[in-house]
């Protein structure tokens, strides 16, 4: 059993800053890393930030320095902290997990979370 759920999300001002946080619960598997992707309306969902169970980071050309991606293990959460945020339009933010029964063996798969909006207008 695997649940996923986003949270945080909502209007800011360009300029502004937001935090989403992604709640990851599973008994089951081991979760080898938990990414940020995003989706704008008629566009492809797109990476955003990824941290691994060793808490390796990696980020997209875009973020431009502006985004951090961190981990909290006493709550299960992982958080996306936005800073210097553009005027866009609304733009769905997604949490996906990535899993195995083992930490270096055997099939691994992905869940992802229902999504959580973020407006910047101009």
């Known amino acids: 059993q695997v649940q996923v759920m986003e949270s945080g999300g909502g209007l800011v001002q360009p300029g502004g800053s937001l935090r989403l946080s992604c709640t990851a619960s599973t008994t089951e598997f081991i979760i080898r890393a938990q990414s940020w992707h995003r989706q704008a309306p008629g566009k492809q969902r797109e990476l955003v930030a990824k941290i691994t169970s060793g808490d390796t980071t990696d980020y997209a050309d875009f973020v431009q320095g502006r985004f951090t991606i961190s981990r909290d293990n006493a709550k299960d959460t992982v958080y996306l902290q936005m800073n210097s945020l553009k005027p866009e339009a609304t733009i769905v933010y997604f949490c996906?997990?990535?899993?195995?029964?083992?930490?270096?063996?055997?099939?691994?798969?992905?869940?992802w979370g229902q999504g959580t909006q973020v407006t910047s207008p101009r």
């Open positions: 996906n997990v990535d899993l195995r029964r083992h930490l270096e063996f055997g099939p691994t798969f992905d869940v």
